[in-house]
T-cell receptor
Framework: DVKVTQSSRYLVKRTGEKVFLECVQD?????MFWYRQDPGLGLRLIYFSYDVKMKEKGDIPEGYSVSREKKERFSLILESASTNQTSMYLC?????????????FGSGTRLTVV | GENVEQHPSTLSVQEGDSAVIKCTYSDSASNYFPWYKQELGKRPQLIID?????GEKKDQRIAVTLNKTAKHFSLHITETQPEDSAVYFC????????????FGTGTQLKVEL
C-alpha cells in the first residue's frame, strides 16, 4: 500500500519564522503536490513537481517555495510565516498520466502561526 | 486556469435515501474527474473517477455521471448509510489522473438515522 508521510501532524510557529513541511512517499511516484485545505475553500494547489529538481507554481504560490532534491521527498517552505498561512497542509503523490490514476494523500499537517 | 464549482456545500439525508452532489468545470480540455471522500480527521481517499470518454460509471452504491457538453459531473450515492457521512470533493484535471487536480470546495454530507 502506498504510503505518503508528512513529518508533523501539528505544528505551531511564530510569525516571521521560516517553516519547513516535509513529505516523503515510498512508492516511486514521479508526481508530488502540496495543497492547503481551508473550510469553505476546498483544497488549493500551492506547488507541484513532476520530477526531481522540477517545480511548478500552483494556484496560490505566494509566500511559499518548495524543494525536491530526491524523488521521494517534497518539501514545502514558508519563507516568513504569517497568520494567514494558518491552515491544514496536505501532501499528495501519484504516478504520471498513462499509468495508475489518482492521488495518495498524506495525513496532513495542521499549521498554526501565532 | 481550471475552475471547479461544487454544490451543495452541505447535504443532509435520511439513512436509505439517495444523495447527489454536482460539480461544474470551466476548462473544456479537462478529461479526468475523480471524487474524494474525507472522513473527519482523515486524509482524502479516492472513491470513484471517470474519464471524458465515458458518460457514466458505477461502483456498488456510488456512481458518477459526466455531461461534457454542459461541463458538469455528478456523484450519486444510493441507499445511504451513516458511514457515508463525510466531506466529498470533486476534482478535474487535464492529461489524466496523475496530473495536477483542481478541486471543488467540498460537500459535507450528513446521513441521519
Amino acid at each position: 500500500d502506498v504510503k505518503v508521510t508528512q513529518s508533523s501532524r501539528y505544528l505551531v510557529k511564530r510569525t516571521g519564522e521560516k517553516v519547513f513541511l516535509e513529505c516523503v512517499q515510498d512508492m516511486d511516484h514521479e508526481n508530488m503536490f502540496w495543497y492547503r485545505q481551508d473550510p469553505g475553500l476546498g483544497l488549493r494547489l500551492i506547488y507541484f513537481s513532476y520530477d526531481v529538481k522540477m517545480k511548478e507554481k500552483g494556484d496560490i504560490p505566494e509566500g511559499y517555495s518548495v524543494s525536491r532534491e530526491k524523488k521521494e521527498r517534497f518539501s514545502l517552505i514558508l519563507e516568513s510565516a504569517s497568520t494567514n498561512q494558518t491552515s491544514m497542509y496536505l501532501c499528495a503523490s501519484s504516478f504520471p498520466q498513462g499509468r495508475r490514476v489518482g492521488y495518495t494523500f498524506g495525513s496532513g499537517t495542521r499549521l498554526t502561526v501565532v | 486556469g481550471e475552475n471547479v464549482e461544487q454544490h451543495p456545500s452541505t447535504l443532509s439525508v435520511q439513512e436509505g435515501d439517495s444523495a447527489v452532489i454536482k460539480c461544474t468545470y470551466s476548462d473544456s480540455a479537462s478529461n479526468y474527474f475523480p471524487w474524494y471522500k474525507q472522513e473527519l480527521g482523515k486524509r482524502p481517499q479516492l472513491i470513484i473517477d471517470i474519464r471524458s470518454n465515458v458518460g457514466e460509471k458505477k461502483d456498488q452504491r456510488i456512481a458518477v455521471t459526466l455531461n461534457k457538453t454542459a461541463k458538469h459531473f455528478s456523484l450519486h450515492i444510493t441507499e445511504t448509510q451513516p458511514e457515508d457521512s463525510a466531506v466529498y470533493f470533486c476534482a478535474a484535471s487535464k492529461g489524466g489522473g496523475g496530473n495536477k487536480l483542481t478541486f471543488g470546495t467540498g460537500t459535507q454530507l450528513k446521513v441521519e438515522l
